[in-house]
T-cell receptor, first 112, second 115 residues
Framework: GEDVEQSLFLSVREGDSSVINCTYT??????LYWYKQEPGAGLQLLTY?????DMKQDQRLTVLLNKKDKHLSLRIADTQTGDSAIYFC????????????FGTGTKLQVIP | NAGVTQTPKFQVLKTGQSMTLQCAQD?????MSWYRQDPGMGLRLIHY???????DQGEVPNGYNVSRSTTEDFPLRLLSAAPSQTSVYFC??????????????FGPGTRLTVT
C-alpha cells in the first residue's frame, strides 16, 4: 500500500535555507504535492510536481524529486518567521481523485 | 469567493450523540472530500464525492455518513459519536485541470471532542 513518511520536526534560523524531506513508496505516483498548515487553519497548497519532472522552482520554493529513490524535498530559501508551520507532502497515484496519501507532516520552527 | 467554509469550528459531544458537520464551497468544484487529522498521522480520507448525487467511501468511513444533494454542500454526519472520533475534521474541494492535478482547497477545520 501507499506510505508517505516525513521527519516530524525541523528548526532553522531566520535567513537560512530550510530543507524538508519526504519519502514515498508507491511507484505509480503521478503528482506529488507540498501543503502548508498554519496554526488553527486548513492546508494550503504550496506547489506540486509531476512525477516525470526532477525539479520545480517557484520563487523561494524549490522542489526536488528523485524518482529512483522515491524521495521528495522542499527547499525554502531565505526562511522567514512567517514560514513557521507544518508542511505536508502528499502523493497522488494513478486511479482518480481519491487516490492521494498524505505524510504525517513536518513542523518547521524558524528562530529569529 | 469565500472558498471552503466549515461549521462549527469547535464541538464537544457526549458518547452516543449524533451531529452533522457542515461544509460548503462557492467555487463550483465538482470534487469534495472529508478528512480527519490525528496527532502523528497524516490526513485520512473518510468519504468523498465526485459530483452531486455521487459519494463513495474513503480509508476510514465507519461511523460516518455523507450526502451530496448540491454541488456546493457536502455535510458529514456522525451517527453515534465515540471517543475514537475525537479529531480535527477538514473538508476539501477540488477540480481537475488537464492532466489530473486535482488541486485541493481546504476549509479551516472543525475540532471535535467526544467525551
Amino acid at each position: 500500500g501507499e506510505d508517505v513518511e516525513q521527519s516530524l520536526f525541523l528548526s532553522v534560523r531566520e535567513g537560512d535555507s530550510s530543507v524538508i524531506n519526504c519519502t514515498y513508496t508507491d511507484s505509480s505516483s503521478t503528482y506529488l504535492y507540498w501543503y502548508k498548515q498554519e496554526p488553527g487553519a486548513g492546508l494550503q497548497l504550496l506547489t506540486y510536481i509531476f512525477s516525470n519532472m526532477d525539479m520545480k522552482q517557484d520563487q523561494r520554493l524549490t522542489v526536488l524529486l528523485n524518482k529512483k529513490d522515491k524521495h521528495l524535498s522542499l527547499r525554502i530559501a531565505d526562511t522567514q518567521t512567517g514560514d513557521s508551520a507544518i508542511y505536508f507532502c502528499a502523493e497522488r497515484i494513478y486511479g482518480g481523485y481519491q487516490k492521494v496519501t498524505f505524510g504525517t507532516g513536518t513542523k518547521l520552527q524558524v528562530i529569529p | 469567493n469565500a472558498g471552503v467554509t466549515q461549521t462549527p469550528k469547535f464541538q464537544v459531544l457526549k458518547t452516543g450523540q449524533s451531529m452533522t458537520l457542515q461544509c460548503a464551497q462557492d467555487m463550483n468544484h465538482e470534487y469534495m472530500s472529508w478528512y480527519r487529522q490525528d496527532p502523528g498521522m497524516g490526513l485520512r480520507l473518510i468519504h468523498y464525492s465526485v459530483g452531486a448525487g455521487i459519494t463513495d467511501q474513503g480509508e476510514v468511513p465507519n461511523g460516518y455518513n455523507v450526502s451530496r444533494s448540491t454541488t456546493e454542500d457536502f455535510p458529514l454526519r456522525l451517527l453515534s459519536a465515540a471517543p475514537s472520533q475525537t479529531s480535527v475534521y477538514f473538508c476539501a474541494s477540488s477540480y481537475s485541470r488537464t492532466g489530473g492535478t486535482y488541486e485541493q482547497y481546504f476549509g479551516p477545520g472543525t475540532r471535535l471532542t467526544v467525551t
